[in-house]
């Protein structure tokens, strides 16, 4: 059985930092693309960060670039989202998503491409 187990979110003032993990199991870790999405309320599943399988290749959604970074630990099997600067406008639920990758340096940024996900958890920004 393949599991993405998310750890909690939470609530942070404007300007804050959060870090949310996602812990795999079921599944060779290191031969898998991981990525991190997000949801509003009323709003599309948005893209947020990605990450190759060793860790040396990343991409980012425009919204998030130069403050949140995704890095894995293949050792723990684990990835983590490490985010800085938070705005209002990054409220959502979190979801990370794995994929099993065929090309060590590629990432995937598109939500087809995941057929595995977290279970989501909950990040608040108020205003």
């Known amino acids: 059985q393949v599991t993405l187990i998310q750890s909690e979110g939470g609530l942070v003032q404007i300007g804050g930092s959060l870090r949310l993990a996602c812990a795999a199991s079921?599944?060779?870790?290191?031969?898998?693309?991981m990525g991190w999405f997000r949801q509003a309320p009323g709003k599309e599943r948005e893209f947020v960060a990605a990450?190759?399988?060793?860790?040396?290749?990343?991409d980012y959604g425009d919204s998030v670039r130069n403050r949140f970074f995704i890095t894995r630990d293949n050792a723990v099997n684990t990835v983590y989202l490490q985010m800085n600067g938070l705005k209002p406008e990054d409220t959502a639920l979190y979801y990370c998503a794995a994929s099993r990758s065929f090309i060590a340096a590629e990432v995937l940024t598109r939500q087809s491409q995941y057929p595995t996900w977290g279970q989501g958890t909950q990040v608040t920004v108020p205003s």
């Open positions: 990450i190759s399988r060793s860790g040396v290749n990343t």
């Open positions: 079921g599944f060779n870790f290191d031969l898998h693309a």
